[in-house]
C-alpha cells in the first residue's frame, strides 16, 4: 500500500502536487470517507478519516459472499483553480441499483454526494493542474456481518477513497489493439451484467490475461446466448463510426449503462452527428471495417475516456480499422468531452458538480 502522508486535520494544504506521473491505481491522497449502517440506527456515524488499511473478521460476508458494489468518477481541476466532480448524481443513481440488485440498502444520494465532496474537498490539492491528471474516485459499499449464513448482511459499511489518475492506457493517447473473447463472457441475461458489483470483475481476469498474451490491450465481450454480438470492451462501452452517425451497442441488461456512454451520445447528437443504439456482430464488424463503412472505433469510460480501437485479433481472422490510429471523430469526441469535464467550454447540461474548498 501506498505510504501516507501526515494524518493532518482535512483542511491542512499540501503545499505541491505529489503526484507527478501518476498512471492509473495506486497514487492514493490522504484520506477517505466512512459511514456505517445498521437496521436499528440506518445510515450514521459519517466521517473523515486518514487513509489507512482496515481490520477485518476473516468471516466478514462480503469477503465470502461478494456482497460488494463500487462507483467510479473523476473530479477536474477548472481554469478558476477550483475542482470539480463530473456527473457523480448519476454515479449515485447507478449505485443504488447495484445495491438494489444485490439486496443492500439503498444510500441516500444527499449522503453519497456529501462523502464525495469531503474527500475531494480534503484532497484536491493534491491535483496538479496538469490537464492529463484527473482525481479519481471510489465510492464502495460492502457487507460487514460476521456471520458465514448464506444470506444478505444486516450491516454495511460505505467508503470513499481517491487517487490521483493519468493516463488508463499509459500517459499517451494511442490506438489500443483488443482480443474478442470467444471462450468467456462477462454477463448473461438476468444476472448483474447491468450493474458495478465486485462480483462481475474478479472472472474477467482470466480472458483479460489471455488478450493481454495475444498482445493486446483489452478483451471485447459478445452476447453470452449466441456468442456473435459485441457487447463491451473490457469494463469500458464501445462505439463505432458510419459516416456521421456515431453507434454502439443497446443496454440490454447485460452491458453497464456507462454515465460516460451517456454523455457522448449527447455531446454527438449536439454536433450534429446522428446516433444509433444497434446490434452488430463480429463478422458485421470485420466485413465493415473492410469495406470502410466502419472508419473508427473507439472505448468509452471513466478511466479510459475515450480510447480508439485500432486493431482486432480474432480467430476468424484479424482485422484493422480504419488507418489504425485515433481517427477524427473520436478526436473531436474526445476532446469536446474533455472540454465540458475541465470547464472549458459551456456546461449547458449542468454536469460538473463543484466542490467548496478550504
Same mark, same amino acid.
Given at each position: ?16 502536487? =505529489? ?165 468467456? =463472457? ?173
Amino acid at each position: 500500500m501506498t505510504a501516507l502522508l501526515d494524518p493532518t486535520d482535512a483542511t491542512t494544504t499540501v503545499q505541491a502536487p =505529489t503526484h507527478t506521473s501518476p498512471g492509473h491505481g495506486d497514487a492514493f491522497t490522504r484520506h477517505m470517507y466512512s459511514l456505517n449502517y445498521s437496521p436499528d440506527r440506518g445510515w450514521h456515524d459519517g466521517q473523515l478519516l486518514p487513509l489507512a488499511e482496515m481490520s477485518l473478521h476473516p468471516a466478514t460476508i462480503g469477503l465470502h459472499y461478494a456482497q460488494v458494489i463500487f462507483e467510479g468518477m473523476k473530479a477536474f481541476r477548472q481554469p478558476d483553480g477550483g475542482v470539480a466532480v463530473f456527473r457523480p448524481l448519476e454515479n449515485a443513481r447507478r449505485f443504488n441499483r447495484s445495491a438494489a440488485r444485490l439486496a443492500m440498502p439503498a444510500l441516500p444520494e444527499r449522503l453519497y454526494l456529501d462523502g464525495v465532496e469531503q474527500v475531494v474537498a480534503a484532497d484536491q490539492n493534491e491535483l496538479s493542474d496538469n490537464p492529463d491528471h484527473s482525481l479519481y474516485l471510489r465510492p464502495l459499499m460492502f457487507g460487514t456481518d460476521v456471520n458465514l449464513m448464506l444470506r444478505p448482511s444486516e450491516n454495511y459499511r460505505f467508503l470513499v477513497m481517491a487517487f490521483v489518475a493519468g493516463g488508463f492506457f499509459g500517459d499517451t493517447v494511442e490506438a489500443v489493439s483488443v482480443l474478442v473473447s470467444r471462450e468467456h =463472457t462477462r454477463a448473461m441475461p438476468g444476472g448483474t451484467g447491468d450493474v458495478k458489483c465486485a462480483a462481475n470483475y474478479g472472472p474477467s481476469f482470466v480472458a483479460q490475461r489471455a488478450a493481454q498474451e495475444a498482445g493486446c490491450a483489452q478483451v471485447v465481450w459478445l452476447d453470452s446466448v449466441e456468442h456473435r454480438w459485441i457487447e463491451e470492451m473490457g469494463g469500458m462501452n464501445l462505439f463505432f463510426v458510419r459516416g456521421d452517425t456515431i453507434c454502439t451497442s443497446p443496454l440490454t441488461g447485460t452491458l453497464l449503462p456507462g454515465v460516460t456512454r451517456d454523455s457522448l451520445l449527447r455531446i454527438a447528437a449536439r454536433l450534429g452527428y446522428g446516433v444509433e443504439e444497434s446490434k452488430l456482430s463480429v463478422d458485421q464488424w470485420r466485413a465493415d471495417c473492410a469495406s470502410g463503412a466502419i472508419s473508427e472505433v473507439f472505448a468509452c469510460g471513466t478511466a479510459a475516456v475515450v480510447t480508439p480501437v485500432g486493431a482486432v485479433r480474432d480467430r476468424d481472422g484479424d482485422f484493422t480499422i480504419g488507418g489504425g490510429g485515433m481517427g477524427p471523430v473520436t478526436a473531436r469526441l474526445r476532446r469536446a468531452l474533455m472540454d465540458v469535464q475541465q470547464g472549458r467550454s459551456a456546461d449547458v447540461d449542468g454536469w460538473l458538480h463543484h466542490v467548496r474548498t478550504p
